[in-house]
């Protein structure tokens, strides 16, 4: 999806990249309570309470290096008895972004490397850097992205377990019966 087609984020931040110091400038965003329910539908939660991301970023050159922590505080859906239950997540934040140009060179260099592996695994690889789009990083955006990716796919309440009903005494394998058929007993 282009950018110009793409959703607009209901968590907005963008930070001009000459605006960050070389030795480093501190950040927050914060989601606001109007924002809540627009960002609780995108990321498909029951509810959302709290939203802030304390954010490092420095600067060398071009290139912005970034950490910090996503703190939240929202309500999911349990999958098994579909009741919403408090989650409070503390999320890491580690980032390198580099002009879009550079960014982009840096991934197709890392999918040519993944392309002439076979079998090796490379361990502690680091990523490519983000691009840096238009002199501006949407920090809102990688607060959304990073917050989503540290939901649980699978959200349980604390202390529910699935238990898979119980088959009919006697009963026969769907396998079993096909095979019935086909030799035509």
Known sequence: MTPEHAPAS?????IRVEAIRLRG?????RAEPEQFAAIARLLGLASLESLEARYL?????????????I??????TCVVTLDPFPVELDVPVKLDFAP???????GRRAERDDAEIDIEVLLNEDDPPEPILDGVIDLGSVTLEFLALALDPYPRKPGVD???PAGEAGAESP?????????GD
């Open 10 to 14: 209901p968590l907005r931040h963008p």
């Open 25 to 29: 400038t501190e950040t927050t965003v």
């Open 57 to 69: 970023l420095s600067r060398n050159g071009d290139r912005v290096k970034l950490e910090g922590r």
């Open 71 to 76: 703190a939240a505080q929202l309500h999911r």
């Open 100 to 106: 879009e140009q550079e960014a982009e060179v840096a």
């Open 162 to 164: 699935f238990e898979a």
């Open 175 to 183: 396998f079993a019966a096909l095979a019935k058929l086909k030799r």
